[in-house]
């Protein structure tokens, strides 16, 4: 169900009486939509979890994706921080983990260094920032990392990923975190089944991995 944080962000939830943990997910450049209402639900239903996802450009549902690309370098990191914190509260679990894909991926990595969280994985996030992306109020995910107090961190990254240099994975890698690479895999390979990066077969063991790190 659609829900209002304390931020007064949209994101959608999924509680489940009893849950022992919480999940924020984060989802991708284009925001909360059905895909990500089924990942939400699937993930409560089979997890026993209480799931909740933020909207990532709240008020401004209607950009189209090249709008949105454009429009990464005006997002606050305090300010996306602050809602996927408000989801974490929205589930109301003492234990609380999170996830996210693509630019989700990459907030995911920045949440991890604020040592809010018991675990984290990243789907394809981004680990050094774009040049287009760059903006006053980003900050470079591995300077968040190296300046926090990380939790447990996980990223899942294929080859052939644009977004994810083998340089940069090697330094994620080397400020702690797990790494698990697909080769050949392509940006955003699983996710969305619709895309054509996707892989059904990696995209079932990356999902496996990311449940049992996040159920440790």
């Known amino acids: 169900m659609r829900i209002e944080l304390s931020t007064g962000t949209p994101a959608e939830l999924a509680r489940v009486e009893g849950a022992d943990r919480g999940l924020v997910l984060i989802p991708?450049?284009?925001?909360?939509?059905?895909?990500?209402?089924?990942?939400?639900?699937?993930?409560?239903?089979?997890?026993?979890?209480?799931?909740c996802a933020p909207q990532v450009f709240p008020g401004r549902e209607d950009l189209a994706a090249e709008e949105r690309m454009a429009a990464v370098c005006e997002l606050i990191d305090e300010q996306v921080l602050a809602d996927v914190s408000a989801a974490a509260g929205a589930t109301e679990c003492e234990t609380v983990v999170i996830t996210g894909f693509c630019m989700g991926g990459m907030y995911t990595i920045k949440a991890a260094a604020t040592g809010q969280f018991h675990r984290a994985a990243s789907f394809y996030g981004m680990i050094r920032l774009p040049e287009h992306w760059r903006g006053p109020g980003q900050g470079e995910p591995l300077e968040l990392l190296a300046a926090g107090d990380p939790c447990p961190l996980l990223a899942i990254i294929g080859t052939e990923d644009p977004f994810t240099p083998a340089d940069d994975v090697a330094a994620l890698e080397a400020a702690g975190a797990a790494i698990v690479s697909y080769e050949g895999a392509d940006h955003g390979f699983v996710h969305d089944p619709d895309r054509p990066a996707h892989r059904p077969d990696d995209a079932a063991d990356a999902w496996a991995r990311v449940i049992e790190f996040l159920s440790a």
Do not use: N
């Open 28 to 51: 991708d450049l284009m925001g909360l939509r059905p895909l990500f209402d089924d990942h939400v639900a699937r993930l409560a239903a089979e997890q026993g979890w209480t799931v």
